[in-house]
């Protein structure tokens, strides 16, 4: 069964400045997992390959699975969320529908982030996405916040 590693050396090869924080390594374990997370796993992979043309991305589902299993989140339900936190056209939302959301859309991306902070997936495109940050932070005023000196070197 594959499973995700963070953060972590494991090589003598290998060189850090930052204490391997963000790297990820897939690794592979046949006797890893129960018969149970076994046949989670298959379903996923054939569900995979069966969309493969309509979907074209894994949805980092084998990530997913470890992270619930690690934190204890119970996966997202695809079902509509509550009538409580439904709003009509022409009503602003409740304060307590807001709340319930942010805390649940809060609680989703906690489970994913790695305990260096980042969040490990199968785009590994940052030269596609950098250009849109810097963009991003320039027109806020926050360049320099978010890139000091130092992270302008590199």
């Keep these: 069964m594959w499973k995700l590693r963070c953060s972590e050396g494991g090589s003598s090869d290998l060189v850090t400045l930052n204490d391997f924080a963000g790297r990820q390594v897939w690794e592979y374990?046949?006797?890893?997992g129960t018969d149970q997370e076994r046949l989670a796993v298959e379903a996923v992979k054939k569900d995979f390959e069966k969309n493969r043309f309509e979907k074209k991305h894994s949805s980092d589902m084998l990530l997913r699975m470890?992270?619930?299993q690690e934190t204890g989140f119970t996966q997202p339900q695809t079902a509509p969320p509550p009538e409580?936190?439904?709003?009509?056209s022409s009503t602003?939302?409740?304060a307590s529908g807001v709340e319930a959301s942010l805390r649940?859309?809060?609680?989703?991306?906690k489970t994913l982030q790695d305990d260096d902070g980042h969040w490990p997936g199968d785009y590994g495109g940052p030269m596609f996405l950098m250009p849109g940050l810097v963009i991003t932070c320039f027109v806020s005023g926050v360049l320099d916040e978010v890139f000091p000196p130092p992270a302008r070197e590199a």
């Design 104 to 109: 649940r859309g809060v609680e989703f991306y």
């Design 66 to 68: 470890q992270r619930y």
């Design 29 to 32: 374990d046949p006797d890893a």
């Design 92 to 94: 602003s939302p409740s």
């Design 84 to 88: 409580s936190d439904l709003v009509e």
